[in-house]
C-alpha cells in the first residue's frame, strides 16, 4: 500500500513537472509573440523571430512526446487530477489562448500586407514579360 503511493507521488510529481516546462516553453512563445507584434507594427522583420518560434514548436512537441507515457499512467490511476496539476494545466491553457490569438493576428497583418502587394507584383511582371516580349 505505502509502495502504491509513493508510486502515485512520484508519478504525480513527474508529470507535474512536465507541465512546468510546457508552460515555461509557452511562457517564452507568448513573449516572442508580443515581439513579433511589435517588430511587425514597426514594420520590421520577424524572420528571425519565425525561426525561433518554429524552434520553441518543436521543444514543445519533444516535451509532450516525452511525457506523454507519464501522463496517461497518471491518467489512469488517478480518479481527479491533484489541485496543483489541475491549476499548471488551467494558467498553461489560458496562456496558451492569448498566445493562439496574438500569432492569428500576426498571420492576419501578414495575410493583409501580401493582398496589398499582390497588384504591384503583378504589375512589375507584366512590365517585365512586355520589356522581354518588345526586347526592352
Not at 496517461?72 to 499548471?88: C, D, F, G, H, T
Not at 489562448?97 to 498571420?107: H, R, V
Not at 504591384?120 to 507584366?126: C, F, K, T, W
Request: proline content about 1%; charged content about 25%.
Amino acid at each position: 500500500m505505502n509502495q502504491h503511493k509513493n508510486n502515485s507521488v512520484q508519478l504525480e510529481q513527474q508529470v507535474e513537472q512536465s507541465i512546468r516546462q510546457l508552460l515555461e516553453k509557452y511562457k517564452g512563445l507568448d513573449c516572442l509573440a508580443d515581439e513579433m507584434l511589435r517588430r511587425q507594427a514597426n514594420s520590421e522583420s520577424i524572420e528571425g523571430q519565425m525561426k525561433q518560434l518554429n524552434q520553441g514548436k518543436s521543444e514543445i512537441q519533444e516535451i509532450e512526446e516525452q511525457s506523454r507515457g507519464v501522463k496517461e499512467q497518471y491518467r489512469n490511476s488517478q480518479p481527479q487530477a491533484s489541485e496543483a496539476i489541475s491549476n499548471l494545466t488551467k494558467q498553461t491553457a489560458e496562456l496558451l489562448l492569448g498566445t493562439i490569438k496574438k500569432i492569428d493576428a500576426l498571420e492576419s497583418h501578414a495575410r493583409k500586407a501580401h493582398q496589398k502587394l499582390v497588384p504591384s507584383i503583378d504589375q512589375g511582371v507584366r512590365v517585365n514579360q512586355m520589356q522581354k516580349a518588345y526586347g526592352g
